[in-house]
């Protein structure tokens, strides 16, 4: 018997194979960046190189109106969603438009902003340093609250002209709210409400299967990557 399903695995295999390359590859969205997914789907974007006090380089994008919705109206409320552990802003709009948080937010009228912190694929820039150096991620998430978050809050408040803005963070874009709101009075007063989504505190009692990836080698990791398109 087992030579049998030996031998339908062999012919099936290759064909399971070759069906998932041509699905992939028929996905418009499987090369895009984040403004060509924004844009795909019928929304407006805006993009912004955000510059933080020790020299990172962040990719922040903006939805400021959703489909059908004028932008000549009324100042609308600022929503900020910062990403997970490891991710970046796609996480927001990879679903349908009816499924994905930042069109949602955008089609029911608010200012949608998307945050990419240091060493993503969309914030992968320095002024001085090289990705290929280690001193460029010589960083953990207490320069992401100290550096990042206040940078890229005092952008978006000056570009739409707001005082405050509602703030989502899902995973790591919570515990980095957590540090910086927390240490930061002056940052704190510039959130209206703070979502925390799936909140972490510290990732030690972890079981998820990601954690053993920090066992890995650079190089293994950059074999795991998926590869980057600008």
Request: charged share 15%; aromatic share 12%; hydrophobic share 40%.
């Amino acid at each position: 018997m087992w030579w049998l399903l030996a031998a339908a695995w062999c012919v099936l295999l290759p064909a399971s194979i070759h069906s998932y390359k041509q699905g992939s590859i028929t996905n418009p969205e499987a090369y895009m960046n984040i403004s060509q997914i924004i844009s795909y789907w019928g929304y407006p974007y805006e993009k912004y190189d955000v510059v933080t006090e020790d020299g990172y380089i962040l990719g922040t994008y903006r939805i400021p109106h959703g489909k059908g919705c004028s932008r000549k109206t009324a100042p609308k409320a600022v929503v900020y969603l910062q990403h997970g552990l490891v991710a970046s802003a796609s996480n927001w709009i990879c679903n349908l438009p009816n499924n994905s948080l930042a069109f949602l937010l955008a089609d029911s009228g608010y200012d949608v902003w998307l945050g990419n912190s240091r060493g993503n694929t969309w914030s992968r820039k320095h002024l001085r340093l090289s990705p290929k150096s280690p001193q460029y991620w010589a960083f953990s998430l207490d320069e992401m609250a100290k550096y990042d978050l206040p940078a890229t809050i005092n952008l978006i408040l000056e570009k739409s002209g707001q005082k405050q803005l509602f703030y989502v963070g899902h995973s790591q874009g919570t515990t980095i709210a957590f540090i910086a709101f927390s240490t930061n009075p002056e940052l704190a007063k510039k959130i209206k409400v703070f979502f925390a989504l799936a909140p972490v505190a510290t990732v030690k009692y972890t079981r998820s299967p990601m954690k053993k990836l920090t066992a890995l080698s650079r190089q293994a990791v950059k074999v795991l990557s998926p590869p980057k398109h600008s």
